[in-house]
């Protein structure tokens, strides 16, 4: 009984996937929540009111400007009274709508009104989800800290192939469970602590139009910050340019570069802990100028410099120096050896050390393995989900800020 006690306002949008959101209803009371539904009225051409209602045993919400149902509760109330907003599903249209800040009905303006996180199970045709207007709006939610879980790829229900397949009621409870999973804002073992988290590449201009980057896709990154909010932290996600959605709860601030993301962690002291979870360029171009190199039949000749280290700049501050540093060690030679080596050369505190060899898919997967080296020893982990690695990490880091 994850849920128990927990509020959902559960936003069911217009696509023909709202009929699997009946099955969410059923599975968020059986883990002992309670879902407040919201029907739109595309929604309603697709489910009644009736079994909506009839399954979350509770009035569903429909019209912003109803007189009765704004003197019960108004909409500002509904959307905070919730523990975490849901939207499956999420069309593109609600989508685009919340991306910009539209109000122009029940579903639009609670999730203008809300201060809780919100979560989006996107639904729709394929060609609409790779639009690129809707995939702005992704990327406008997620940099505002919406989480998202799905679509999935596979057959449609208009007869198409590809991404845009609602995510499955039990994934939904997942991800419901995880943005709600440990403490309510405020209280949890990391309650008044201030976390720094770095994620995902940087890109290291050569020109104005081409960069240097590498495969990081901020998952890692991503998880932990996740996993440090649901403990009552506050934190500072600094992310390049990651691929990965954007954990709720955070302050999020995006940089490209890698002095952008030092200048960054800097301006986010002092914190108790920060995690070093992204995959720094060690170089930028030394000459990256505001013109096109041209084509000229010779290749340029590239000159690099190197970039700050972001993880030693900190574990190394002789003041306001966090009390728990932990750099991450990305290898795929002489794991360990090289691990306890950097634990030593950068001063960290900790380090979490994975091999990304070729043909382990850590690199831009959802899976990692590794091994946890501190002072007192080290802790080797099995293969586990990167959400899994990031909840041991966030349990460790609880333990030694307590
Ligand atoms: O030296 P290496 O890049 O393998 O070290 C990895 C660790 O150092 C990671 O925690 C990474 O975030 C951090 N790092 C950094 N700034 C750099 C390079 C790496 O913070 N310029």
Same mark, same amino acid.
């Given at each position: ?59 569903? +919400?429909?019209? $912003? ?128 602590? +201030? ?73 986010? $002291? ?73 634990? $030593? ?58």
């Amino acid at each position: 009984m994850t849920l128990e006690g927990r509020r959902i306002l559960l936003i069911v949008g217009g696509g023909i996937a709202a009929y699997k959101s009946l099955e969410l209803v059923r599975l968020i009371a059986k883990s002992g929540g309670h879902a407040v539904p919201v029907l739109t009225a595309g929604g309603r051409e697709f489910i009644t009111p009736l079994t909506l209602g009839a399954l979350a045993q509770e009035e569903v +919400h429909e019209a $912003l400007f109803d007189l009765s149902a704004e003197a019960e509760m108004g909409h500002i109330e509904l959307s905070r009274s919730a523990d975490l907003v849901v939207v499956a599903p999420a069309t593109a249209d609600l989508m685009a709508k919340a991306a910009n800040g539209h109000a122009d009905d029940l579903a639009s303006t609670l999730l203008m009104a809300t201060d809780k996180p919100v979560l989006m199970a996107p639904a729709m045709n394929v060609r609409m989800w790779l639009h690129p207007a809707t995939q702005r709006n992704r990327a406008r939610l997620a940099a505002d800290g919406v989480a998202f879980v799905g679509p999935g790829e596979g057959e449609m229900a208009c007869g198409e192939f590809g991404p845009g397949r609602m995510a499955e009621p039990p994934e939904i409870l997942a991800a419901i469970e995880a943005a709600l999973g440990g403490a309510r804002p405020g209280s949890g073992p990391l309650a008044g602590r +201030h976390v720094i988290v770095t994620s995902g590449p940087t890109h290291e201009p050569i020109d104005p139009v081409r960069y240097i980057a590498n495969r990081s896709s901020g998952r890692q990154g991503s998880a932990i910050a996740a996993a440090l909010v649901r403990r009552g932290a506050r934190v500072t996600f600094v992310t390049g340019p990651a691929v990965a959605p954007r954990p709720a709860g955070c302050t999020i601030v995006e940089v490209e570069t890698a002095a952008e993301m030092l200048a960054a962690v800097e301006a986010a $002291l002092p914190a108790d802990a920060a995690v070093f979870a992204a995959a720094v360029a060690d170089w930028r171009v030394a000459s990256a100028g505001n013109s096109k190199i041209k084509k000229t039949g010779s290749a340029p000749a590239l000159t690099l410099t190197e970039n700050p280290d972001i993880l030693a700049t900190i574990a190394r501050r002789e003041t306001g120096r966090p009390r728990l540093v932990v750099g991450f060690a990305a290898e795929t030679d002489d794991l360990l050896a090289h691990a306890r080596a950097k634990r $030593l050369r950068k001063g960290c505190d900790w380090l979490v050390a994975n091999d990304v060899g070729s043909g382990t898919g850590v690199m831009g997967g959802t899976e990692n393995k590794v091994t946890l080296i501190t002072a007192e020893g080290e802790e080797s982990w099995p293969r586990l989900d990167k959400t899994e690695v990031a909840e041991r990490l966030a349990d460790r880091i609880a333990e030694a800020l307590a």
